[in-house]
Every structure is written in C-alpha cells, then in structure tokens.
C-alpha cells in the first residue's frame, strides 16, 4: 500500500546551523501534514502541520515545506540547538480522514 | 487545557500472561482516541483507533483488543501476550469532527514481554 517515507534514518549537524529533514510520501490524496518531534521514551510531540492548499508554512525555527509535484515534505530547523535532538517524524492524512500514516522517522543528533 | 495520561509507564510480563493499559484524556470532551505500537527504532503502527463510548476500530489483526468504557477512557488488552508484542505503546487523541485535528500524544507505556 501507499505509505510515508523518510530519505535520511539519522542525521547529524552541528549547534548553530540548519536542519532538513525530508519525508516522501505516495499518496497524492493525502490533505494533510504533521511534524512531529520525539525525544527518548516519550511520546510524540506536535511541532507543526501543513495543509495540502499550501506550499509553505512557518514556526518559531521551523518551516515545513511541501511539494505536491514530486510528493516531497521537509522540515527545516533553524539554528539547531542541543535540545532539538531527538526523531522526528512526518504523518501524512489520508482522504479526509482521522487517521494518519506515519514515517519510520529520522534521528537528529547535534553535535557541539 | 487538555492533558493525556497512560499508565503505567513501564510494565514487564511473561509470555501468555495477561495485559491491560489504561489511557484517560483530561480536558475536552468526545475525542477521537488511539492505540498506536512503537517498536524499537520504529515509526508508529496504529493498533486502534475509536470516536465514541463502545466503538471500536481495529487496524492490524492481532492477538491484542480494546475497549472503550467511557468518552475518555481507553483501555488496551490481552488475554496472553507474545514475544512480539514488545514496544512502546501510545494513546493519542483528537478533536472530534473539523476537518485539521492533530493527534495529541501522551508520555506511553513501555512493555517488556519475556
């Protein structure tokens, strides 16, 4: 079946600069985005969405940008700090519904 | 504001004995509420997910069930547990109806089958 996809399992940078952490996805009837971070034996937490009508959105540091075209999501995190360590995961929504498909997720290091 | 609590944290079982895990939203009332399973490394599988008192919807075909006795209140179960049912377990919950609902996430249980 149709799923969500990371490019990069882990993922190491250095304290200051840029993320990018990427998510494909298969569905093209999928409406709806999610980002979320989750750091060692807790529960995911919501960092930001993205609807389908939409090709860019911003956070505090964040940016999530989607590009139906080629079925591509990624996150951008902004001056990375230590305490943003941890996996993170995109969903995606599939036809309107309440459930959501998520990614097998990307582990961020940063490095001092 | 909205709180989601699971317990407990951490449980470990032997194989064939029985499993129970609560979950209870706090804060809003008739929300969608799910089970998802974490394995090790893993993304989030969803095992369960209901929208209302008594309705349930099963996503994999498993040896686990749930219930839901009241609006906020979800309750993962098994008769025997096997070696594979090792993870990380997870409610969520949403907002009933809208059209962009979130999954709120809470702390998880960790269980350990052996």
């Known amino acids: 079946g149709e799923s969500v996809g990371l490019h990069l399992p882990t993922l190491s940078v250095q304290e200051g600069d840029n993320s990018i952490i990427n998510c494909a996805y298969s569905?093209?009837?999928?409406?709806?985005f999610i980002w979320y971070k989750q750091e060692s034996g807790k529960g995911p937490q919501f960092i930001i969405d993205?609807?389908?009508?939409?090709d860019k959105r911003q956070g505090q540091r964040v940016t999530v940008l989607l590009n139906k075209t080629v079925k591509h999501l990624s996150l951008q995190i902004a001056a990375t700090q230590p305490g943003d360590s941890a996996v993170y995961f995109c969903?995606?929504?599939?036809?309107?519904?309440?459930?959501?498909?998520f990614g097998p997720g990307t582990r961020l290091s940063v490095l001092p | 504001s909205q709180t989601i609590h699971q317990w407990p944290a951490t449980l470990v079982q032997p194989v064939g004995s029985p499993l129970s895990l609560e979950c209870t939203v706090e804060g809003t009332s008739n929300p969608n509420l799910y089970w998802y399973r974490q394995a090790a490394g893993r993304g989030l599988q969803l095992l369960f997910y209901?929208?209302?008192?008594?309705?349930i919807s099963s996503e994999v075909p498993q040896n686990l069930s749930a219930s839901r006795p009241q609006d906020r209140q979800f309750i993962l179960s098994s008769k025997k547990l096997l070696l594979s049912d090792s993870g990380f377990y997870l409610c969520?919950?949403?907002?009933?109806?809208?059209?962009?609902?979130?999954?709120?996430f809470g702390p998880g249980t960790r269980l350990t089958v052996l």
């Open positions: 569905n093209s009837a999928s409406d709806y």
């Open positions: 969520a919950w949403s907002v009933q109806g809208g059209n962009y609902n979130e999954q709120f």
């Open positions: 969903a995606e929504r599939w036809d309107y519904g309440q459930n959501f498909v």
């Open positions: 209901s929208v209302g008192i008594g309705q």
């Open positions: 993205i609807r389908s009508n939409m």
